[in-house]
């Protein structure tokens, strides 16, 4: 069982950064591929980012490549991401996603079977 807590979130201007964190509990976390996901006002939750949990690999969605950056770090339980060039359509309630020895395309298409209770991320034009 692992219990996710996302922090960091608020309100910036476009052009801005924000860091979002991602507090996971449980002794086992160096198992778990960890995703984030986000999901804008009227739409679907869609995948921003993921880490697999041998941290080997990194996988983002084409609209934040190149903005936004996924690393964990197991001695703290944590993961975050850097979002860098924010835009108005970066709004979205960001969502923190763990799932145990997960595949990069499984937790990118279903995420794992933890989520956290999200963070609002709001950008500003």
């Known amino acids: 069982q692992v219990q996710l807590a996302e922090s960091g979130g608020g309100l910036v201007q476009a052009g801005a950064s924000l860091r979002l964190s991602c507090a996971a509990s449980g002794r086992t976390f160096s198992s778990y591929t960890m995703a984030w996901f986000r999901q804008a006002p009227g739409k679907e939750r869609e995948f921003v980012a993921v880490?697999?949990?041998?941290?080997?690999?990194?996988y983002y969605a084409d609209s934040v490549k190149g903005r936004f950056t996924i690393s964990r770090d197991n001695a703290k339980n944590s993961v975050n991401l850097q979002m860098n060039t924010l835009k108005p359509e970066d709004t979205a309630v960001y969502y923190c996603n763990a799932g145990e020895k997960l595949g990069i395309l499984d937790a990118a298409t279903r995420g794992g079977d933890y989520w956290g209770q999200g963070t609002q991320v709001t950008v500003s034009s």
């Open positions: 880490i697999r949990w041998s941290g080997d690999s990194i």
